[in-house]
């Protein structure tokens, strides 16, 4: 009965039908969640329905940051290696993912996650308070901020960590490693780590770490116990000397605490040990460890590590101030003359600091230990003496010139400081008897005997201008108006600023000086015109009209009679003319300035003075007589300037005749 029939369907009851509602069936899959531990394997398995393997990982990667997220948030609340095992293997799926999907840069990115990952792990190990997400570790400026937080927080190991894991620059890590190591120490440990941040070329950064470096090896050393106990026992020895019959309470731990607060009981002693306390350079020097010098404060170990630094990473200059501030000046000096080095290096690395330092006479003894003849030294000395003539240091350019046997420098430095302002004239003479001592040695370095001759002579005239000078002021009023110009004529030099202008000025003054008879003083001024190739015509025209404007005929006659014999005609015509146009012109002496224009050699230059004084009559009968009949109209034409009818009328009948 059952086979032949067919099985009819049960009506369905409508009340347990499915009915899909989209909107509810979003907000149970977004509200669910486990209620402790979840599942990650079941997460992959879901995660697996994905048709698309790269939005399969996308996913993934997305879940990786919301739980460093939620991680980072509320540290306490969660179980760390259990969401960190859950990013991880999150993180291994997205890369399988993109794996099958070809794509190789999510690859990269899920590796970069990877080591976020390991940093966060690592962080969390460590109780490290600032914790970051892997989406902040993702961004370069958050993470170089955690990675300085670590180095001031001494966590060395995590700061390299992080600068590696987030592509960082390391420097900073290592160099705090270094200086760490270094400051407990730790001088092979130190040397490993800033093997990673010295390059072939150092640039800024690399120089500052080193100076760093070499800051903290120069520091004072914290004292070790067993330092503690040679302090200790170099008091006793002091209070055995300062009051021994305290010595048996010495030992007693109150007594040493008196001492050390610097009660009374102890007196001098007590004085003394707070001063080997107080002191670091007195303390260091109990330590029981030797300095390597008196003016150094490190000991062997540490200068041998500087020295390392500074010869494998640092400049030749770093190097050379690090010898001078130890106390090692002859090992800078050896090394300049071992190897050839730019002068500028000498000067601002070894010179000018002991100057500074009031260290010269040391130096110039280590150069002339090292090298007897100085030729080692000469570049380097010469560039010395260009600087310090630069700044107008003359004294120390005097003394590097002494030692260099460059007498012919050290002469004309002395007659600079000669030809100073304000200088009492027994100074100067002395300064110039030293400038002729040197210059008299001239030939010991070479010199011709000429040029030996030349300085020697010259020096002599100028001692012989002051001494007539000196005389000439003792002779004066205090208020007379020629002390002045007496007393600016004591600073000008021959050779001190090599300068004709001065020169011509300085023997122009010569030649005013006070005696009537100028014959001697204009000799010597002669010499010098010849000896520097001086216009002589310039100088004696200026002498003679200072002579004509003073109106002291007596002087100017014995002038012009002395340069009548040293000077051309031509050459005397001009000085002679001077003289007239200062009598006619200044003066208004026209008949003082008729006797002089006799004087004049030319005939033109006669005429001219004539004409130039309105003497024009006696230009016309000048002109007539000495056959210049071509000057006439010139002569009329000033006379018709001038009003002059009578010289007018004899030049035209003279033009009409001719």
């Not at 409508?14 to 990650?40: C, D, G, K, L, W």
């Amino acid at each position: 009965q059952l086979a032949g029939s067919v099985p009819t369907q049960a009506p369905m009851d409508p009340e347990f039908r499915v009915v899909p509602n989209v909107s509810e069936m979003i907000s149970i899959r977004s509200s669910f969640q486990y209620a402790n531990a979840p599942s990650t394997t079941l997460a992959l398995a879901i995660l697996d329905l994905y048709a698309d393997p790269e939005r399969c990982g996308a996913v993934c990667l997305h879940l990786c940051d919301m739980l460093s997220e939620k991680l980072v948030a509320n540290p306490r609340a969660m179980d760390h290696y259990l969401v960190i095992s859950s990013i991880r293997r999150l993180l291994f799926h997205a890369k399988i993912k993109y794996l099958d999907a070809g794509n190789m840069g999510r690859i990269e990115m899920c590796d970069t996650y990877l080591g976020y990952a390991d940093v966060l792990r690592l962080l969390l190990a460590s109780r490290w308070d600032s914790l970051l997400s892997i989406h902040d570790l993702a961004q370069p400026e958050k993470a170089r901020r955690l990675k300085d937080r670590l180095i001031e927080g001494d966590k060395m190991e995590l700061a390299m960590e992080v600068a590696t894991k987030c592509n960082l620059d390391p420097f900073d890590v290592w160099s705090a490693w270094g200086l760490a190591d270094m400051q407990l120490g730790q001088y092979a440990a130190a040397r490993e780590k800033f093997k990673h941040c010295f390059q072939r070329d150092n640039g800024p950064r690399e120089l500052r770490l080193l100076s760093r470096i070499l800051e903290t090896l120069e520091q004072t050393p914290c004292p070790s116990m067993e330092d503690m106990v040679f302090l200790q026992d170099s008091l006793r020895d002091m209070l055995k000397k300062c009051r021994p019959e305290l010595l048996p309470e010495a030992t007693s731990h109150l007594y040493r605490q008196a001492i050390l607060r610097g009660d009374r009981t102890g007196e001098g002693t007590a004085e003394a040990a707070s001063r080997i306390v107080s002191t670091p350079l007195v303390a260091i020097s109990t330590i029981n460890k030797p300095r390597v010098s008196l003016e150094s404060s490190i000991d062997s170990e540490r200068f041998a590590e500087a020295k390392f630094y500074l010869t494998s990473y640092g400049t030749f200059e770093q190097l050379i101030s690090f010898y001078i501030r130890h106390g090692f000046l002859e090992k800078a000096c050896n090394i300049f003359a071992k190897k050839a080095t730019q002068t500028k290096v000498f000067v601002e690395g070894l010179f000018m600091p002991c100057l500074t330092q009031g260290r010269l006479d040391e130096l110039k003894e280590h150069f002339v230990c090292i090298d007897p003849s100085l030729k080692v030294w000469e570049p380097y000395l010469l560039a010395v003496c260009r600087l310090l003539s630069q700044k107008r240091m003359n004294n120390v350019l005097y003394d590097i010139q002494v030692l260099m046997k460059d007498y012919k420098r050290a002469g004309l430095t002395q007659v600079m400081f000669a030809a100073k302002k304000n200088m009492p004239i027994k100074q100067r003479m002395q300064h110039l008897q030293r400038a002729k001592d040197h210059f008299s040695r001239m030939h010991e370095t070479g010199e011709d005997s000429a040029s030996v001759a030349k300085h020697t002579q010259v020096v002599e005239y100028q001692m012989r201008i002051i001494a007539a000078v000196a005389k000439e002021l003792k002779s004066l009023p205090d208020d007379d108006e020629r002390v002045v110009r007496l007393q600016d004529t004591l600073s000008l030099s021959l050779l001190a600023n090599d300068s004709d202008a001065e020169r011509q000025k300085l023997c122009i003054e010569v030649l005013l000086l006070g005696a009537v008879d100028v014959t001697a003083n204009a000799l010597m001024v002669e010499d010098i015109i010849k000896i520097f190739q001086l216009p002589g015509v310039v100088i004696y025209a200026e002498a003679a009209r200072y002579f004509a404007r003073i109106n002291n005929a007596q002087r100017l006659d014995s002038f012009l009679a002395f340069v009548r014999t040293v000077l051309s005609d031509e050459h005397w015509d001009k000085v002679v003319r001077a003289v007239v146009d200062c009598y006619e012109a200044e003066l208004g002496a026209k008949n003082t300035a008729e006797r002089f224009i006799k004087m004049l050699i030319s005939d033109l230059n006669q005429i001219n003075a004539l004409i130039a004084c309105g003497k024009l009559k006696a230009a016309y009968i000048t002109a007539v007589q000495k056959n210049h009949a071509g000057e006439v109209p010139r002569i009329r034409e000033a006379a018709v300037n001038s009003g002059n009818t009578a010289v007018q009328v004899i030049c035209d009948k003279f033009l009409e005749s001719a």
